[in-house]
Structures are given as structure tokens and as C-alpha cells.
């Protein structure tokens, strides 16, 4: 199976700030929170965390940043960031606001020094298919079908105004809200899910994992999940995946 890593950046580097982290201080280790009232730390700010766990086990992912976020913020304050990323072989997308806008979106991270080819909408929103093509967006991840369970209609691939869309096989977010998993039992379920999945043809299969959930309870299992699914599957980063469909190796 190739198991797609992604990631969305759903908060400027500034983080939501300290009062927002501690109205779910229970959803951290003390640990977390003593750094954030000590040092300032952002628990929200996963990327080097995420980057260090791939790392080490010499795989790579695409992270989709929002080009605006909501504390007026813009994506100029990952500039450095982003230019690591590209640098060290991680791939970059445009996780867009408004699906009518993704031409300005794009046009802003674009001034940072990256291409952009691929695209997420926030909230799973998805695009104008034919719009994404004129813009020259080569794939898309914004689909999916349902917000929970092992559904093979979530894997795999397609082609949409000739646009590659990687439908959301795994999200953090909805396994531990819509599928109700405890932390332990998130891992055991995505292995699980993937087995039977390939047992019914399927090739590939996406994973979302926010970089805002790696220090939390539950979403800090990615390492353990990562190393469980580099096993027995080949990881891969969303643009190299596309590149392979290209090739028609896949």
C-alpha cells in the first residue's frame, strides 16, 4: 500500500494564543502547559515536531498552508518555514479559504519562492474542479465521501477535469470525534483499515494529520502510528504520489 502523508497548517505561527490553550489545558500533557506559561511555547506550531519523527524514519509529506488566517495573519509568516521544507524535500500545497479565490491564494504563497500544484479545502470544501486546471493545480484532497469508518470509497484515486483527486482516507480530527477511537485505539484501527482495504484491491490511501495535533492527547500517537505503517507500506508525500499516477506506475 502507498500511504500518503499530509498534513494541514490550520493556524498562523503565531499559534491561537495562551488563553485559548488553556481553556483545553486538558487536552496536553503538564508538561505542554508549564512550557506554555513559562517559555511561550506554541503547541500549536507542530511542523518541526512532525519533520523530526519523518526524519528519522526517512519519509516525506506535503503540508497544505492557508495562504490567510484568522487572526489576520498571513502565510509570509512561514516564509522560513516553508523554504526548510521545500529544502529538506518536504512537498507544499495551498490549503485555500474560499474556493473563490484560490487564484489570489495561491498567487501569495506563490511570492514566497514555491510552486504550487496542489490544493486542500479548508473544511474539506471543495473545489471548482475546471477552475483548479486553469490554474494549473495538478491535484486536489478536498473530497470525502464520509466522516468516519473504513470506507473504501475514501481511497484511492481520481481523475476530475483532469484534475488528480486523493480523496481523505484518514483524518486525526475525525477519528477521534466521529469514530469516537480512544487514543490507543487509533493506530490498531488505521492498520487494520489499510489490511482491508488492500485486501479489496485498494492501492493507496490518504492520511490528514494537523500539525496542531501532534503535541495533543491523542493526536501525539502519530510517531507510533508512522512507525507502525512504515512496516509493512511505503510513505510517500502527496506530489511524489501524483508524480508516480503520472508515470502510470500506480
Known amino acids: 500500500m502507498l500511504v500518503v502523508l499530509t498534513h494541514d ?9 495562551v488563553d485559548h490553550i488553556l481553556k483545553r489545558r486538558d487536552r ?8 506554555v506559561l513559562e517559555e511561550g511555547f506554541n503547541p500549536y506550531f ?4 512532525i519533520v523530526e519523527v519523518e526524519e528519522e524514519l526517512g519519509v516525506r509529506s506535503t503540508f497544505f498552508f492557508r495562504a490567510y488566517y484568522d487572526d489576520n495573519e ?4 512561514y516564509a522560513h518555514v516553508i523554504r526548510d521544507l521545500v529544502r529538506g524535500g518536504w512537498s ?8 473563490n479565490n ?8 506563490e511570492k514566497l519562492g514555491v510552486k504550487i500544484e496542489g490544493t486542500r479545502g479548508h473544511y474539506l470544501r471543495v473545489p471548482d474542479f475546471a477552475l483548479l486546471k486553469r490554474l494549473d493545480i495538478k491535484f486536489d484532497s478536498s473530497i470525502a465521501f464520509s466522516k468516519g469508518g473504513c470506507d473504501k470509497r475514501n481511497s ?8 488528480v483527486e486523493f480523496p481523505v482516507t484518514f483524518m486525526d480530527a475525525y477519528m477521534f470525534t466521529y469514530d469516537r477511537l480512544s487514543e490507543e485505539e487509533v493506530v490498531p484501527f488505521v492498520i ?34 508512522l512507525r507502525e505503517l512504515s512496516r509493512e507500506h511505503e510513505l510517500i508525500d502527496m506530489a511524489s504520489a501524483y508524480a508516480r499516477i503520472n508515470e502510470e506506475s500506480l
Not at 484511492?156 to 484534475?163: P, Q
Request: glycine share 12%; net charge positive.
Open 9 to 17: 497548517v490550520d493556524y498562523s505561527i503565531k499559534g491561537p494564543g
Open 28 to 35: 496536553f500533557e503538564e508538561w505542554v502547559i508549564r512550557r
Open 46 to 49: 507542530g511542523i518541526p515536531k
Open 74 to 77: 498571513t502565510v509570509e509568516g
Open 92 to 99: 507544499i500545497g495551498l490549503h485555500f479559504n474560499d474556493p
Open 102 to 109: 484560490i487564484a489570489e491564494e495561491k498567487a501569495l504563497i
Open 156 to 163: 484511492g484515486f481520481m481523475r476530475i477535469e483532469g484534475v
Open 192 to 225: 487494520r483499515c489499510i489490511r482491508r482495504l488492500a485486501e479489496m484491491g485498494v492501492k493507496l490511501v490518504t492520511l490528514l494529520w494537523h500539525d496542531n495535533s501532534i503535541y495533543m492527547k491523542g493526536g501525539r500517537v502519530y510517531p507510533q502510528l
